[in-house]
């Protein structure tokens, strides 16, 4: 009896990872998770060809265009990251990470007006996306439209109510905007 739990072990254990016979989605999804282990320790150039290998695994995985499109953009590769998130809004049109970073790219190619129509997109379409909030809040209160900043910060800390950074940052906009 003993014979047969130690193949079934080994058979369960080795279910828990990919083998040859499992399919591109699956591995897919490996591999983009693995990116994000990467990505999350700050290492975006181990980040970014896992991302790349789960986009081409299955091409329909817009987590792995997501994080390919956020390692690339944190790489300095803005272009890329620009296309990586427009391939991955084709596959899921409410992916507020990639409006986000289509907004970054936007902000940092000194488009502003471009910028606030991703961040609003990304804003409306899920009130806890931080991203687009952070975005929109810091572009105004750049541009000393105190009122959109004050709203902007305001609508972020709705979501993160603990973040000191964007108290902080309220509390200057409102004495800018008191002077």
């Known amino acids: 009896m003993q014979l047969y739990r130690i193949p079934l072990f080994v058979f369960l254990l080795l279910g828990l990872f990919c083998l040859p016979g499992c399919s591109d989605t699956t591995k897919s999804r490996q591999k983009a998770q693995e990116g994000w282990q990467k990505f999350l320790q700050g290492n975006f150039a181990d980040a970014e060809p896992l991302f790349l290998e789960a986009s081409q695994l299955d091409p329909k995985n817009a987590n792995a265009y997501q994080g390919l499109g956020w390692a690339q953009l944190n790489r300095g590769k803005m272009n890329e990251a620009k296309e990586t998130f427009l391939q991955c809004m084709k596959l899921d049109q409410r992916n507020t990470a990639a409006l986000n970073g289509l907004g970054r790219i936007a902000q940092l190619e000194g488009n502003a007006e471009k910028a606030i129509e991703y961040w609003t997109e990304g804003a409306n379409l899920d ?15 750049g541009r000393d439209d105190y009122e959109n900043a004050i709203k902007y910060y305001e609508m972020w800390l709705r979501a993160e109510p603990n973040n000191d950074d964007a108290k902080a940052a309220l509390q200057k906009v409102k004495e800018k905007a008191a002077q």
């Open 127 to 141: 009130p806890q996306a931080t991203g687009p909030m952070a975005g929109l809040a810091t572009l105004y209160d």
